[in-house]
Nanobody, 117 residues
Framework: QVQLVESGGGLVQPGGSLRLSCAAS????????MGWYRQAPGKQRELVAS???????SYADSAKGRFTISRENAKNMVYLQMNSLKPEDTAVYYC???????????WGQGTQVTVSS
């Protein structure tokens, strides 16, 4: 069983930066892909960024050039560095883990990101 815990959310002004962290524990050997999803009020959950065990990254168009996903394997951590934040980035951000066969292993509890002046 895999457990994921997010942290680092908060209130930031437009144009500001924030770094989210996700700590993985349990049967982490099963994890192939870790990603960040977000869900804004009244909208469906969407994939923001992902990273594989080999270091391959993928980003939503809305995140490209502004967000960077990274990992520290020794600490079982994955991060999402968010720069040039916009009000439309406001959402609850969730950490997620998949197996190599794309089956979902776990979801984190979510961390709120609010971008407002």
């Amino acid at each position: 069983q895999v457990q994921l815990v997010e942290s680092g959310g908060g209130l930031v002004q437009p144009g500001g930066s924030l770094r989210l962290s996700c700590a993985a524990s349990g049967s982490i050997f099963q994890i192939y892909v870790m990603g960040w999803y977000r869900q804004a009020p009244g909208k469906q959950r969407e994939l923001v960024a992902s990273i594989t065990s080999g270091g391959s990254t993928s980003y939503a168009d809305s995140a490209k050039g502004r967000f960077t996903i990274s990992r520290e394997n020794a600490k079982n951590m994955v991060y999402l560095q968010m720069n040039s934040l916009k009000p439309e980035d406001t959402a609850v951000y969730y950490c997620n883990a998949h197996r190599i066969d794309s089956r979902v292993l776990a979801w984190g509890q979510g961390t709120q990101v609010t971008v407002s002046s």
